[in-house]
C-alpha cells in the first residue's frame, strides 16, 4: 500500500532563517506531487506541483522555492522566511495516469510552520 | 484563485440531523471531489463525482453535480459527532493536469 510522510511535523522559525520541508511517497512510482498552504481557518492554496524529476510548476510567486530530487522525494525550501509564510504546509501526491487511478489525492499529515 | 466557493462557511446541527454543504466553481470541469479535514490534520478524501455524473453515493454520503449551475453538494445524512470537521471541495480547471484547486471550505460541528 501506499504512503506518504511529510517532516517535520511542526517547526518553529524566526524571520530570515532558511526552511526545509520534506515530504517522501512509498508504494507508488511516478507520482505527481504537490505542496499546498493553509492559513489558519482558510481554504488550501496550492504552491508547487511536479509531474517528474526536476519538472516544478509554481502557482504562486513568493520566497518559496521546491525541488523534486528523486521520484518520489518533493522538498520545500525558503532561503530566508517572512512571517506571512506562517502557516501549515500540506504535501500530496497523485496518480499521474488517468486510467490507472481516480485522481484522488492523497495528502500528508502536514508541517506547521511558526515564523517569529 | 481560488476555482472553489463552499457555503455555508460554518454548520452547527444536532447530531442525528442531515447536513448539506455546496460548493461552486467557476470553470469547466473533469471531476470534482469532496474531502475532508479534522482540525490539525492532512485531508482524507470522501467521493469523486465525474463530470458526467449527476448524483453519487457511499455510505452516509449523498453527492450531486450540476454542471450547467458549475455546483455540487455534499449531503451527510443521519450525521454524527465524529463527523465534526471541514469539507472541502476540490476541481481539476484544466484537462488533464490533476492540479486540484480546492475551496474555502466548510466548517461542521454536530453536536451530541
Known amino acids: 500500500s501506499q504512503t506518504i510522510h511529510q517532516w517535520p511535523a511542526t517547526l518553529v522559525q524566526p524571520v530570515g532563517s532558511p526552511l526545509s520541508l520534506e515530504c517522501t511517497v512509498e508504494g507508488t512510482s511516478n507520482p505527481n506531487l504537490y505542496w499546498y498552504r493553509q492559513a489558519a481557518g482558510r481554504g488550501l492554496q496550492l504552491l508547487f506541483y511536479s509531474v517528474g524529476i526536476g519538472q516544478i510548476s509554481s502557482e504562486v510567486p513568493q520566497n518559496l522555492s521546491a525541488s523534486r530530487p528523486q521520484d518520489r522525494q518533493f522538498i520545500l525550501s525558503s532561503k530566508k522566511l517572512l512571517l506571512s509564510d506562517s502557516g501549515f504546509y500540506l504535501c500530496?501526491?497523485?496518480?499521474?495516469?488517468f486510467g490507472r487511478g481516480t485522481g484522488e489525492l492523497f495528502f500528508g499529515e502536514g508541517s506547521r510552520l511558526t515564523v517569529l | 484563485s481560488q476555482q472553489g466557493e463552499e457555503d455555508p462557511q460554518a454548520l452547527s446541527i444536532q447530531e442525528g440531523e442531515n447536513a448539506t454543504m455546496n460548493c461552486s466553481y467557476k470553470t469547466s470541469i473533469n471531476n470534482l471531489q469532496w474531502y475532508r479535514q479534522n482540525s490539525g490534520r492532512g485531508l482524507v478524501h470522501l467521493i469523486l463525482?465525474?463530470?458526467?455524473?449527476r448524483e453519487k453515493h457511499s455510505g452516509r454520503l449523498r453527492v450531486t453535480l450540476d454542471t450547467s449551475k458549475k455546483s455540487s453538494s455534499l449531503l451527510i445524512t443521519a450525521s454524527r459527532a465524529a463527523d465534526t470537521a471541514s469539507y472541502f471541495c476540490?476541481?481539476?480547471?484544466?484537462?488533464?493536469?490533476?492540479?486540484?484547486?480546492f475551496g474555502t471550505g466548510t466548517r461542521l460541528k454536530v453536536l451530541a
Open positions: 463525482i465525474r463530470s458526467n455524473e
Open positions: 476540490a476541481t481539476d480547471p484544466h484537462s488533464g493536469t490533476y492540479k486540484y484547486i
Open positions: 500530496a501526491w497523485s496518480l499521474r495516469d
